[in-house]
């Protein structure tokens, strides 16, 4: 993921200097503009996906979502 990351500017990789394997990865401007249009797009689909959620069921619904994104409570 990273690699294509790379391949399209989002990040910039960089060696860690005394690790053979060690990568530190930076976001780049182009990375931080896709970034930026992407939660843009993710703030109108959930808009849009509450809106068809009666009012009076919105907070149970969010909270719902978020209880399966948090998994069961140990």
């Given at each position: 993921m990273?690699?294509?990351?790379?391949s399209?500017?989002?990040?910039?990789n960089?060696?860690?200097?005394?690790?053979?394997?060690?990568?530190?990865?930076?976001?780049?401007?182009?990375?931080?503009a896709?970034?930026?249009?992407?939660?843009?797009?993710?703030?109108a689909?959930?808009?849009e996906v509450?809106?068809?959620v009666p009012?009076s069921?919105?907070?149970v619904f969010?909270?719902?979502?978020?209880?399966?994104?948090?998994?069961?409570?140990?």
């Amino acid at each position: 993921m990273l690699k294509r990351m790379a391949s399209t500017g989002a990040v910039a990789n960089l060696r860690v200097e005394g690790k053979t394997y060690g990568l530190s990865v930076t976001i780049t401007p182009a990375g931080r503009a896709k970034l930026l249009k992407a939660e843009g797009a993710l703030e109108a689909a959930e808009h849009e996906v509450l809106q068809m959620v009666p009012r009076s069921m919105r907070t149970v619904f969010k909270d719902a979502l978020v209880g399966i994104a948090e998994g069961p409570v140990s």
